[in-house]
């Protein structure tokens, strides 16, 4: 079966562009979690959905992010006003359940570069 | 908040050899600690978990061991492979919770 998808693999924005990330997971998987990964370091929790409900968005750095899931399937990831900061991996991942504690697959990532 | 430390940042053993990779964890209510392995360029890979009732997991070659008296918990590679070499990940979490904190990873280099 298909595994967690995320599209588009790379972007690049200039400084003050919005962008939007997307993030198709396993079907049926009730949790989607959304990470941002800079070069060399481990994946920093940006927010944590549970089917459609937004449960945890402590991680994300600024009011210019923003994230929805509003079916409780695809989720899209926001950022507005691009920053050179904004510069990193996202990695979208799933997991079945709803208490499963972590991320159980993750996608590809997409690639973000803000110029 | 959790606060996740991993070491060595480095690690190069030679094929056959065991590998061991040590992390810590601040919060005591943590209950759920994943390993992850992620291959240049590609996507972290769920490797395998523990979960804080237990002390000791395994699966084939590789093995986590978990102390909660002293918040620690280990990853043990065996017979390791030049396959084997990757960046590991450790995690610390809750299991009703969505946040993981990663630490910030162990380059393991098998050399044949």
């Known amino acids: 079966g298909a595994g967690v998808s995320q599209s588009p693999r790379y972007k690049v924005a200039k400084r003050g562009q919005d962008v939007a990330l997307r993030c198709d997971p396993i079907?049926?998987?009730?949790?989607l979690f959304w990470y941002q990964q800079a070069l060399g370091q481990g994946p920093e929790f940006l927010t944590y959905?549970?089917?459609?409900?937004?449960?945890?968005k402590s991680g994300l750095p600024s009011d210019r992010f923003f994230a929805e899931r509003p079916e409780g399937s695809v989720s899209t990831l926001k950022i507005q006003r691009t920053q050179q900061e904004d510069s990193a991996v996202y990695l979208c991942?799933?997991?079945?359940?709803?208490?499963?504690?972590?991320?159980?697959?993750f996608g590809p990532g997409t690639r973000l570069t803000v110029t | 908040g959790e606060n996740v430390e991993q070491h060595p940042s480095t690690l190069s053993v030679q094929e056959g050899d065991s590998a061991v990779i040590k992390c810590t964890y601040s919060?005591?209510?943590?209950?759920?600690f994943p390993w992850y392995k992620q291959e240049l360029g590609k996507r972290p890979q769920l490797i395998i978990d523990?979960?804080?009732?237990?002390g000791e997991k395994k699966d084939q070659r590789i093995a986590v061991t978990l102390n909660k008296t002293a918040k620690h918990f280990s990853l043990h590679i065996t017979e390791t492979q030049p396959e084997d070499s990757a960046v590991y990940f450790c995690?610390?979490?809750?299991?009703?919770?969505?946040?993981?904190?990663f630490g910030d990873g162990t380059t393991l280099t098998v050399k044949p």
């Open positions: 991942a799933s997991s079945f359940s709803g208490t499963s504690g972590g991320p159980g697959y």
């Open positions: 079907s049926g998987h009730v949790s």
């Open positions: 959905f549970q089917n459609e409900a937004q449960l945890d």
């Open positions: 919060d005591s209510a943590s209950n759920y």
């Open positions: 523990i979960r804080s009732n237990v």
């Open positions: 995690a610390a979490s809750k299991t009703n919770a969505g946040k993981s904190t």
